[in-house]
C-alpha cells in the first residue's frame, strides 16, 4: 500500500483544516488507517485511527473532540478533520495503514507526511 497526504498548511490558531491521504494498492481497504504526527525535537506519537470498515475510531487524549477521522473506501482515502486548532499541533503529519488497532510498530505503510503549522 502506497500513501499519499496532502492539506497540511500555516492556520491561525482556532482554525481548522482537513487533511487527506489516497492509498494506492488492493489491500487498503482491509487495513486500519491513522494519523501519526511529530513535531520537532520530539517522538513520533498516535493522533488517530479507524478499522477498515469505519465503524471503529480511537483518538490520542490530546485531540479527543477537536479531531475526526473518516474514510471513504470507494475513494481509497482517509481524512481527519482539525478543528479548535492550537499551537501545539503544530507537527508533521503522517498517514499510515495496518492491521487495527494501528499501534506504531504494527504499521505496514506510511505517508510521505503533511506540514501542520499553528501560529498563536
Known amino acids: 500500500v502506497q500513501l499519499q497526504a496532502c492539506g497540511g498548511g500555516l492556520v491561525q490558531a482556532g482554525g481548522s483544516l482537513r487533511l487527506s491521504c489516497a492509498a494506492s494498492?488492493?489491500?487498503?481497504?482491509?487495513?486500519?488507517a491513522g494519523w501519526f504526527r511529530q513535531a520537532p525535537g520530539r517522538e513520533r506519537e498516535f493522533v488517530a485511527a479507524?478499522?477498515?470498515?469505519?465503524?471503529?475510531?480511537y483518538y490520542a487524549d490530546s485531540v479527543k473532540g477537536r479531531f475526526t477521522i473518516s474514510r471513504d473506501n470507494a475513494k481509497n482515502t482517509v481524512y481527519l478533520q482539525m478543528n479548535s486548532l492550537k499551537p501545539e499541533d503544530t507537527a508533521v503529519y503522517y498517514c499510515?495503514?495496518?492491521?487495527?488497532?494501528?499501534?506504531?510498530?504494527?504499521?505496514?505503510?506510511w505517508g510521505q507526511g503533511t506540514l501542520v503549522t499553528v501560529s498563536s
Open positions: 499510515a495503514a495496518g492491521p487495527w488497532p494501528l499501534k506504531t510498530v504494527l504499521v505496514k505503510s
Open positions: 494498492g488492493r489491500y487498503f481497504t482491509s487495513y486500519a
Open positions: 479507524i478499522s477498515w470498515s469505519g465503524g471503529n475510531t
